[in-house]
């Protein structure tokens, strides 16, 4: 499967994005989403994660939304409230995995499938 990611952008403290991930190759409607972000001179770090429910990184609950839509094989990371050290290269990843697509993986190390990022700025 091959994962494409988009939504990223510029924008203000307090601003929403809204970042795609969207799959192509086959359907991935059991397979659990991951989204990862990475910022510059730290190391990738979990964010949201949606398998058989959804999961969120302390930094992010209740202001990050993760979603699915079968239809459109496409994973959303609906983001409001956005912070400056929100900044980073998001991924997004994929796996088939049993475990994973039932209790939602945090782990990078273990997902196959990434996407190639794309870049959110949060000015102050």
């Known amino acids: 499967v091959q994962l494409q990611a988009s939504g990223g952008g510029l924008v203000q403290a307090g601003d929403s994005l809204r970042l795609s991930c969207t799959a192509s190759?086959?359907?991935?409607?059991?397979?659990?989403v991951g989204w990862f972000r990475q910022a510059p001179g730290k190391d990738r770090e979990f964010v949201a994660v949606i398998s058989g429910g959804t999961y969120y990184a302390d930094s992010v609950k209740g202001r990050f939304t993760i979603s699915r839509d079968i239809a459109k094989n496409t994973v959303y990371l609906q983001m409001n409230s956005l912070k400056p050290e929100d900044t980073a290269v998001y991924y997004c990843?994929?796996?088939?995995?049993?475990?994973?697509?039932?209790?939602?993986?945090?782990?990078?190390?273990?997902?196959?499938?990434w996407g190639q990022g794309t870049q959110v700025t949060v000015s102050s």
């Open positions: 190759g086959r359907a991935f409607s059991t397979y659990s």
């Open positions: 990843a994929a796996e088939n995995d049993l475990r994973c697509s039932t209790y939602g993986c945090r782990n990078q190390y273990d997902y196959v499938y």
